[in-house]
């Protein structure tokens, strides 16, 4: 039988693909799918279905007829056509990996572009998320159930700071009825929940897939449905019912104290939420990144450096997102980038990843946004044989980029660069890489490393096995802050930075509240009673903290953000911490436009970025109110 052959589209008339699929045969179940392709343009199109689904193992295919030719697919896909197949009528259906021609280079490109409009003019978008089994039927029913209940007590209505003030204390009145009855689902719920199904169920492929979040967040309200064998579930329901359960997790905290008057089941309920809990950090993003579009439209798309920022920077490996080609690591984002037209960027699956992610950098810097080089982490992952090293200044978004422990401009916490005007341009180098030029100045050199904070999983669970961890840790930098002490350079502004350095250091002199990091109080006195509490093991003389106080959890978070850093000492005696790959001899330079100090390594010409720094006393711009020499880095 011959193998099916693409006819062209015009891109004037932004022509795409549908996929008819033909009514299933009633007497022959094992039959092939068979479907017709149909031309027509995306804004005279017939009602369809747009297919959101994971292509899976390209090694494990199965034929379709299309035309009457066989064309091969992922079985996942195969499966899905077959799910969709109806017994008497004919279904339009979208899937990209049939109805673009994955082999033409420009046309892919083109039908890239215009994704987004292909899922929001949709009529239905049937998320597959594979075969079904006992345990996958059983969850599916579970969030239609509490989906639904949860939809009428009107969860769908709070907003981002409702959900985090509904359990405080003076919970307001329209929040209140949501309130008692979210808490009267808990208490029919009887402690009953499958923690260890919900892991399996949402570890789904579909759940870290980062084409995923375009194709839920612009669909027609009402329009998506999860498909899971022959389950079904409006993705309203879904929706709703993780928020329920995100609202029973923290309400469990608040009251874990109670446990003991609540008996078995509650003892039961918080070993199984520890040690089956699903990874929450997927399922959060796909569906705040569909309410956010409902509510605002247009005016949720963030920039791109948001984008990146908020899908590829993680806090573990289990929170990383996937594609099967790199280069949809940017490409999936375009459609939801808010400066998408000014980006200059559109999507070429012939360029290398290299080309791809260098452009990408170089337009998040042309677009003012410095903070991008605080992810262009060391080291990068060895690149395939017949791809470039990434230039030093590029993340690698193929890799595990660490989330800052510094800030963003945006965070309003640090200031080093002092507001100073930036400066680059750039040089082309063979096989697409390129040199950037950036206006900065030195600091000084480093020449004294402390062992890396490396603290486990177990020590966050766990929070008293990491005592002495955190004893070391503390020490390290208590003997390079005496250090500087015995240098008696004159390098901070106040003499109570001096003082304060030892226990502002470890938490990179930030705060934390419900929004996220802020900067401390001007005497950081919270900041010292939970360095004072965990450095004393725990103890307490005055009774006011315990290990659930807030500025005690609030400082061991943001000591997890310090995560493979270590303590240094400089020349000149400045203190702080600095990537775990560091060396001596690397410099600290502020980079103009970035709001942190930056470590870079001399490498023959030019410099190679090795990862932020926290340099205590000169992240509020101190530096650059002294006499310093600006120069022009060559990164390479």
Request: with cysteine; hydrophobic share 35%; proline share 5%.
């Amino acid at each position: 039988m011959p193998y099916f052959h693409y006819s062209a589209l015009d891109k004037a008339s932004h022509q795409i693909r549908l996929l008819k699929v033909l009514p299933r045969s009633p007497r022959k179940c094992d039959a092939l799918v068979d479907c017709a392709l149909t031309v027509v343009s995306l804004y005279e199109a017939p009602s369809y279905i747009a297919l959101s689904y994971v292509w899976g193992d390209e090694r494990n295919k199965r034929p379709v007829l299309v035309d009457g030719s066989e064309m091969d697919v992922t079985t996942n896909l195969e499966e899905a056509l077959r799910h969709l197949q109806q017994e008497r009528k004919s279904v339009l259906v979208w899937a990209d990996a049939v109805c673009i021609n994955q082999g033409n280079y420009a046309e892919k490109s083109h039908q890239i572009q215009l994704m987004r409009n292909i899922y929001e003019t949709a009529s239905v978008v049937s998320i597959w998320l594979g075969p079904g089994d006992v345990v996958s039927d059983g969850i599916m029913d579970f969030l239609d159930d509490f989906g639904s209940q949860a939809l009428e007590i009107g969860i769908s209505s709070l907003e981002n700071p409702d959900v985090q003030n509904i359990l405080g204390s003076d919970t307001k009145p329209h929040l209140r009825a949501i309130k008692e009855g979210l808490e009267e689902m808990i208490q029919r719920s009887g402690f009953e929940i499958p923690w260890l199904g919900l892991n399996s169920f949402l570890s789904r492929p579909w759940f870290s897939r980062i084409w995923v979040l375009q194709e839920v967040s612009v669909p027609q309200e009402g329009a998506g449905v999860f498909a899971c064998g022959q389950k079904r579930l409006p993705f309203q329901r879904f929706a709703a019912s993780l928020l329920f359960l995100d609202f029973f997790r923290t309400h469990s905290y608040v009251t874990k104290r109670l446990s003991c008057e609540r008996g078995p089941q509650a003892s039961k309920f918080f070993a199984d939420m520890a040690a089956y809990g699903y990874n929450r950090s997927q399922v959060a993003r796909v569906i705040a990144s569909r309410r956010k579009y409902q509510r605002e439209g247009n005016r949720a798309r963030e920039s791109l450096f948001a984008l990146l920022n908020r899908l590829h920077v993680v806090y573990t490996f289990m929170d990383s997102i996937g594609a099967t080609n790199p280069r949809d690591r940017i490409y999936a984002l375009l459609g939801m980038a808010e400066e998408e037209p000014g980006l200059s960027i559109e999507p070429d699956y012939g360029k290398s990843v290299c080309e791809v992610f260098t452009d990408a950098a170089e337009a998040v810097l042309n677009c003012g946004n410095f903070d991008i080089l605080v992810l262009s982490q060391f080291p990068k992952s060895k690149p395939p044989e017949d791809e470039p090293d990434l230039p030093s200044w590029v993340p690698d978004w193929t890799s595990h980029i660490q989330r800052r422990y510094g800030s963003y401009r945006s965070d309003d916490c640090h200031e080093a660069d002092g507001q100073q005007k930036a400066s680059i341009s750039f040089t082309s180098l063979p096989r697409g890489q390129k040199i950037l030029h950036i206006k900065g100045c030195t600091v000084d050199t480093i020449t004294g490393l402390g062992e890396p904070w490396l603290p486990t999983i177990l020590d966050w669970q766990q929070w008293t096995n990491s005592t002495s961890r955190c004893a070391a840790f503390f020490s390290s930098v208590a003997e390079f802050c005496a250090e500087s002490d015995r240098l008696g350079h004159d390098i901070y502004k106040h003499p109570s930075q001096r003082l304060e350095a030892h226990w502002r250091i470890p938490c990179a002199n930030k705060a934390r509240q419900l929004s996220g990091v802020c900067r401390p109080s001007a005497s950081g006195m919270e900041l010292l009673e939970a360095y004072t509490h965990i450095n004393n093991s725990g103890r307490d003389p005055s009774g006011r903290l315990n290990e659930f106080s807030f500025c005690v959890s609030a400082y061991r978070g943001l000591m997890g953000d310090q995560f493979k850093r270590r303590p240094f000492i400089s020349t000149r005696g400045y203190v702080g911490l600095t990537p775990c790959h560091s060396e001596p001899g690397d410099i600290i330079c502020i980079l103009y436009g970035c709001v942190v100090p930056l470590v870079l390594r001399r490498n023959g010409v030019g410099y190679q970025l090795i990862g932020e720094a926290y340099v205590h006393g000169i992240m509020d711009g101190e530096f650059m109110e002294k006499d310093y020499n600006s120069e022009t880095f060559n990164l390479y």
